[in-house]
Nanobody, 123 residues
Framework: QVQLVESGGGLVQAGGSLRLSCAAS??????CAWFRQAPGKEREFVAG???????????DYADSVKGRFAISRDNAKNTVYLQMNNLKPEDTGVYYCAAGPAGMKTPGAASVWGQGTQVTVSS
């Protein structure tokens, strides 16, 4: 069983940047996605990446992160990253890393979760 540990969260002003990391241990993991959960809201998909890092996909709603966030991975380090730029207060929440099937976009599809890392964006 793979274990996932997130890091890199913190408090940042609007317009700032953070880079989250998701380190895997136990065994190599392939497909991965980032989710986030704001207080009082459901957990939602943010970005996903394929096993080799050649395919990425992002949340595509009115509050889209595409163009501001970038997911990537370093398989030599067994780590997935989420670079977040031009952060907005509505990006505030706990960010979770998850392993699961290809194209995963719903929390129910994930098979393994990390413990989460808090991101707070002040206005």
């Amino acid at each position: 069983q793979v274990q996932l540990v997130e890091s890199g969260g913190g408090l940042v002003q609007a317009g700032g940047s953070l880079r989250l990391s998701c380190a895997a241990s136990g065994r190599t993991f392939s497909r991965c996605a980032w989710f986030r959960q704001a207080p009082g809201k459901e957990r939602e998909f943010v970005a996903g990446v394929s096993g080799f890092g050649t395919s990425t996909y992002y949340r595509d709603y009115a509050d889209s992160v595409k163009g501001r966030f970038a997911i990537s991975r370093d398989n030599a380090k067994n780590t997935v990253y989420l670079q977040m730029n031009n952060l907005k207060p509505e990006d505030t929440g706990v960010y979770y890393c998850a392993a699961g099937p290809a194209g995963m976009k719903t929390p129910g599809a994930a098979s393994v979760w990390g413990q989460g890392t808090q991101v707070t964006v002040s206005s």
